[in-house]
């Protein structure tokens, strides 16, 4: 059954109504013997310090709903267990949907979600005014009703949506999936729109990204990719309440795969490559279901970008041809709606030709990276859908600012060049380093990164390859080491930079490592700091620890070497 898959047409049924007749108490079928439960916490009276968490504040004008809209959702979409009898009041209106014991509210509907969860979150919920869980697994120890269902993160995808009343129905929502280049696509393409948006004196576009959320009531630091799906509906909620209009999204396989999406209608989705990433017992246990998760975008949106360029392009298509539109780009093949060519560097600008079914001319970026071509065309597809005029593509894109991707850093005599990039898998990082090495030509190439602990192995013979193809000096470091050693993971990395032939140098302090890869170079140099971009953590045994971002470090080393 694929029932969850919201068609891009979908319409949420009104709310359920209450009211006795012949066919049971409340309007169910006599068959679920709806009995009147209990509340497990009492609302604040006037005068006393509202319970509310501070995290559900801006939610307050959602609508609410009865238990019994939410349990009929899960009705129709044959998710409830078994036939045990609802034991809770179906009548009850429901203040908030959470999974989170820290933000419960009186009259909240728990979600028991997550291999790592204990009977005591829910206890801890049920204190705070939950009246009712949803779980795949029953917990008898703890005295409230459950709807127990068989598939927990379907659950969680079509609740949500439904607690926050189909928010993406109200938006325009632009979704991108790829291995590589997402967040640089998203950037791009959130500049068109809001140098577009701009002339129509209309507010600035929301931003759901790798690096930052940005939904026009909250903006922050960004902890996943695709958020969980109660965090998701809140953001579109309230890019709907801003009246934002027009969002930007980056689409994860993860996201994809386990239902974090479910509900959210897609005005387009743009697909930009497919690359041997995330391949690991705990992401993709291989390339197929990789790639069939990333497809999973098409079946949620109206219409269609897809490159011509990318690997596995026929099974792209195919999938793609759901969509009423598909919208085709390609920098290789002249028959694709949107062609590129003719790309070359100007001053600091990487200037390219471009053909629309609307206009034909000269476009530029300000960011280096003669790749990100590639990801220019895909917001250049994705205006074409939304019919942006060419002023505003152009405008939009020579303007925008990525952060953490392709940032350039310099001395001040120029003997130095660096590169910030957030390249963290095989196929980003030799499209940096073949990049930067046609950008800079006759310069000493170097190249510092390392890879993740615990996940992505496969990250460490991509990224080593890379590195021993295309660079002159090569230094391993940390980038999230997690549960490893930093020195074990960059000797797995050295096995496949000692293939082509080349040393490395191993330095597990980062910072340490950032001064050494600029200030040991042989200028004239370019220096290419691959991994962490903007971010502001090291993921490490302990959990994440505070860092200072490459981009400062870079800073910070050219100041030493420019102070002499």
């Known amino acids: 059954m694929r029932g969850w898959f919201l068609q891009v047409n979908y319409n949420p049924p009104p709310p359920w109504t209450p009211g006795p007749g012949p066919a049971g108490p409340g309007g169910f079928p006599a068959a679920f013997d ?68 820290n933000v419960v509210i009186p009259n909240t509907l728990f979600l028991c979600k997550g291999a790592k969860f204990k009977p005591e979150y829910l206890r801890d919920a049920m204190g705070k005014g939950a009246f009712a869980y949803v779980s795949e697994t029953a917990y008898p120890e703890v005295p409230l009703p459950c709807i127990k269902v068989t598939d927990i993160r379907r659950a969680m995808g079509l609740l949500a949506d439904r607690a926050f009343g189909h928010p993406s129905g109200e938006l325009k929502i632009t979704g991108i999936t790829g291995t590589k280049g997402k967040t640089t696509t998203a950037y791009y393409f959130k500049s068109i729109v809001d140098t577009w948006l701009a002339g129509q004196s209309h507010r600035e576009s929301a931003l759901l990204s790798t690096i930052v959320t ?28 801003a009246g934002a209009d027009y969002l930007t999204m980056e689409v994860s396989s993860q996201a994809l795969k386990y239902g974090r999406v479910i509900g959210v209608e897609l005005t387009c989705a743009v ?20 790639l069939n998760s990333k497809l999973l975008i098409f079946k949620q949106a109206q219409n269609a970008c897809i490159s011509l360029d990318c690997d596995h392009v026929e099974q792209v298509r195919a999938a793609a041809e759901q969509c009423p539109r598909v919208v085709t780009f390609s920098q290789k093949f002249p028959s694709a709606d949107v062609y590129g060519s003719n790309v070359r560097k100007e001053g600091d600008r990487i200037a390219f030709h471009v053909r629309t079914p609307r206009y034909e001319g000269e476009l530029a970026i300000s960011t280096p990276g003669l790749f990100n071509v590639e990801n220019a065309l895909a917001a250049v597809a994705a205006a074409e859908v939304y019919d942006i005029p060419r002023e505003a593509v152009a405008e939009g894109l020579v303007s925008a ?23 963290h898998n095989g196929m980003s990082l030799q499209n940096a380093l073949r990049s930067v090495k ?23 013979e991509g990224m080593g390859s890379a590195a021993g193809q295309w660079a002159d000096r090569i230094i391993l470091t940390e980038d999230d080491p997690g549960p490893e050693e930093v020195e074990a993971i960059c000797a797995d990395i050295g096995v496949f930079v000692s293939a082509h032939g080349k040393d490395y140098t191993v330095i ?13 170079s042989k200028r004239p140099a370019v220096v290419l700091l691959a991994g962490k971009g903007c971010e502001t953590a090291q993921k490490r045994k302990n959990g994440p620890e505070p860092c200072i971002p490459d981009g400062q470090l870079a800073q910070r080393a050219l100041d030493k070497y420019d102070a002499g």
Do not use: W
């Open 34 to 101: 709806i009995k009147s439960g209990a509340p497990a916490g009492q609302a604040h009276s006037p005068g006393e310090e509202s319970p509310i968490p501070n995290k559900v504040v801006n939610q307050m004008n959602r609508p609410r709903l009865p238990l019994g809209d939410y349990y009929q959702l899960l009705l129709r979409h044959e998710l409830v267990a078994d036939d045990t009898p609802l034991t809770a009041d179906a009548t009850r209106p429901v203040a908030l949907v959470s999974c989170d014991s």
């Open 214 to 241: 940005d939904d026009g009531v909250e903006r922050k630091p960004a902890k996943l990719t695709t958020p969980e799906p109660l965090d998701l509906q809140k953001h579109l909620f309230h890019a709907v309440s």
């Open 271 to 290: 697909f930009l490559n497919i690359g041997e990433d995330h391949i690991s017992p705990v992401e993709h246990p291989n390339l197929e279901d990789y």
């Open 401 to 423: 600012f990525v952060p953490g991707r392709m940032e350039h850093y310099a001395s001040r005599d120029g003997q130095i060049s660096v590169i910030v990039d957030y390249s």
């Open 438 to 460: 046609a950008e800079y030509p006759g310069r000493e190439l170097t190249v510092m990164f390392g890879c993740t602990g615990g996940k992505g192995i496969d990250r460490r």
């Open 508 to 520: 597990p302090n980062r910072e340490m490592a950032v001064e050494q890869a600029i200030l040991g």
